[in-house]
């Protein structure tokens, strides 16, 4: 059996950033959003990751990445994930922050998605993070695949294989337990926790080859009517005030009395 | 006044150093940037600098370099590489983002290329399938070692260093059966090699000793050839631990076929195509640039962690709570610490500007040069000497070509006849990069050095400890290497004394000032004027004598010739800087991300380029009249003491533009930590 793979994923800046909310022209923002680096959501790697692992193990299978977000920063963040998996790009450009609304953002992606001119949609697996690092709705996918008449649903996806009696899938329960289910084939849709697999070291060899695709795919890119579909009045920092430290070979004893020290202080 | 939002990111980065339409290249720094923060700031952060010894944790490097393609990044397409074309663009990036880590990561990284440099610049198409095919890691179902090679030509002392003309390193006729091939017997000592503990080949400098042999040249030697392959006992060195080096023994028979670029039979004598001398000109030609980056990725890498520590210098004390100037501002609140280290960031531009135009122009040159190599050879124009004789020929026309190349309004049509011309093309290059290169590797290093204490300085004793964030020590022992090998700053010295007096350079740096006066840029003038005072300075030490009638500017009187290339580097690389400000000025605005803090960025950048032009001219002004009046030579200097009069005049507002940048760099967004271990 082949599969058609189509992960869900976009970037969110950089983590060691200073992530300030601030009101800007279209409603509230990061400041100096557009400049910050960014990355790829994790959560949205770890499925791509699993994504061209899996079409690596099986006979045609496809993968594609589609991508709602700024374009231009995009493009930088495509320079380092190109290089660890083979994948085509679809590029939708419109913000990718978490001040956005998960169902407009569902609706672009869905819609994304139904334009893919070879996909077999009897072969859809829909991948993407059970949520994302810039807003942790975890209804994005959930949306995606309601779109895409995807009824087979799993969230928290830590592994999925291909076994006889179809796909066997572990997802993440309560209690720090793990759910297993079979699914008899596609359509189905996963929203990957962490998975399994660590970040591919870069091939540049495999980026040239995404490159192909990945740059007419950004020079295409439609932009994104993602709607009012809801407002914020007002956004503000957390009371506790994030204070990175760097802390050496510390032991995890000590890491933990610090935690409950806090907490209880 | 401008706000600088955030530290210059990748969008701008490839718009000032002109690689944003080349993708390619972007992915290659993503790839060196995840090796350096992650491989190598651990490995460093683990004390792996601690042994001189090359280990099995060391050894982590080359397999991520393997994994990650930079070990096949020298090499073309059909020899199991991805990149087309030249490459010294793309190998400076790696060298610099290696770098920002550490140095000798990057030394690791470029060793086996410069191995590898003789054979691709003068080797025979055999030689270069035969090793560039065995030095990339394995295409999928191949099962091999990848080759690493090791490039000898210093000898141990009294012999090779920076006087490379003489070879104690010898090449005998073993055996030479008649219609084979000769086998030779070859010596070579070497002393400081790097790569040498698990080099698979190396390629060696030798001299004949034997009069079947005529003269000196490059040969390869495999450790698995006949006889004794000795690696030799490890360098003490106390810098660049992740590299290896050694003072390898070799004594082995090979094949004349590894004389690299081949041989010629002459009246029983073996002739090798090349001498030592010509293709290790060939090789440092392009290698010394991403040497002199690496000294200045380390200057931009020290801002961040700078800062840092300023700002949080007082956090936790009792004395000031959140929202106090010492807490929000630390030492920043203090106008000198900004301003020193305004002082480092625009040092680190200028090297940084230099040295990856050089690059560029480097990869502009490489096919130039080819062609100009197969016209003079159809010409039969062989040999150096008839060589220059025959671009000797092509002078007037490269002059007119830099006319034309500056002019407000050229005439086209002959300005593309110009440039159609190989010759002429070269000629213009070659000038240029003749001066451009070795300033890099002089300017950005021993310069970059001074720059690097500077740093450590603002980081108080923190800044001497192993636990310095940024690992600012370690840089800067490194860069006393960067200084010394592949040439210590004498060399390019001496290279420079030869090069900085070519007509057609001089004539280009001549248009140079008049284009920057016209820009009426922030510092451009008083730059011209710098750039004039340089010009009537070499003129008038070209052409006088000193109180005692002996000849100033002469090869052989480096109390002259050097400082004047000293001047020089400074004033060059604050032009580059100027370019590059202006190109960030001029297409900023077409790319979202970057035009979304322009203003801030443009503001900035013109106040840094100011800043560095008033140390540049300084400097350079300094030296130059040390030279004009020091010699108490005859001559009216009149001219000169208006030019430097002149010079200081146009410096007017270049310590306020310094007062503007360090305000900005006080509020400059910078991330919560470092992007790699401590
Ligand atoms: C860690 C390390 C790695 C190295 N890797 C390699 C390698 O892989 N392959 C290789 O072949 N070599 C390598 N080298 C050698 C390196 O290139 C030489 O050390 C360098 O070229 C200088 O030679 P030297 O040390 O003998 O200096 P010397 O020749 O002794 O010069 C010492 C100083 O004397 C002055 N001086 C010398 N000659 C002149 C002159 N004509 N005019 C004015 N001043 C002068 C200069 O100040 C110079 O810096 C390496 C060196 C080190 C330390």
Known sequence: ????????????????????????????????????????????????????????????????????????????????????????????????????????????????????????????????????????????????????????????????????????????IEGGSWLTSTVQGAPAAFGWATGELPEPPNNPQVGMMNMKTIMPALQKAKPAALGNGFGVNNVSLPQVVRETRVVKDMPVDDIARELVDWIQG | MYTLNTLPGDDVRQIMWRFAERFDLQMVVQSARQIARGTVATLVAQGARASHEWNEQKGQLLEAFDQSGLTSLFMDPHQGGFIEGPKNLALALVAFELSWVDGGSATCSLASNLALAPIHEKGTPEQRDYYMHRATPPQPGEDREIWRGAFALTEPLPYVGVDTGVLVGKARVDEWKDGEEPVLHVEKRGRFITNMDFAHFVTAAVDSADDRIQGSCMITLQADDPGTFDRGAPTLKMCHQLSSTRDPIISVKVPASRIIGGYEIKDGRIVPNYSHAEIIGAVFHRTRIPVGLMTTAKLLSAIEPVIRYHRSRFRGGEASGPGSPKFEMGLQQKEDTRQRLVDIWAAGEAGASLGFAAARMADEFDPIERQKETLLREQGCEGPRKQMAALRKKQAEALEYVELLFADAPDQARLAELEADALVRFSYLDAVLNVTIPATKLWNTGVGANFLREAISLMGGYGITEDCPGFLMHKWADSQLEATYEGPEAVQRMHLTVTMSNPVFLAALDKKADQLEASGRPGAAALAEGLRSWLWTHQFLASGKDAEGKKLLHRKRQGVSFPLADALCWLVSAISLMDDVAELIEKGPMNPTVAEGLEGLSGFYNDLAFVQVARATGEAGRILAELVYGFAAEGDTAPFAALRASTDAKLAGSRLAKDRASEALAGVMIPEALDYPL
């Open chain 1, 1 to 172: 059996m082949s599969y058609h793979i189509v992960v869900c994923g976009s970037i969110v800046p950089d983590p060691l950033q200073t992530l300030t909310p601030v009101d800007g022209p279209q409603g509230p923002a990061l400041k100096n959003e557009m400049m910050l680096p960014a990355v790829l959501d994790p959560w949205a790697g770890h499925a791509l990751y699993e994504a061209a692992n899996l079409a690596a193990r099986h006979a045609d299978c496809r993968v594609w990445l589609v991508s709602l977000g700024p374009k231009a920063k995009l493009q930088q963040v495509m320079m380092a994930v190109a290089q660890k998996a083979p994948f085509e790009l679809v590029a939708v450009d419109g913000p990718a922050s978490g001040f956005t609304d998960s169902f407009a953002v569902a609706e672009a992606l869905a819609e994304a998605i139904e334009g893919i001119a070879d996909l077999d949609r009897d072969k859809l697996l829909l991948f993407g993070g059970w949520q994302s690092a810039s807003r942790g709705a975890g209804s994005t996918i959930q949306m995606v695949a309601e779109r895409l008449g995807i009824v087979d649903q799993f969230q928290g996806v830590d592994q999925l294989n291909i076994t006889d009696n179809g796909l066997e899938v572990l997802e993440r």
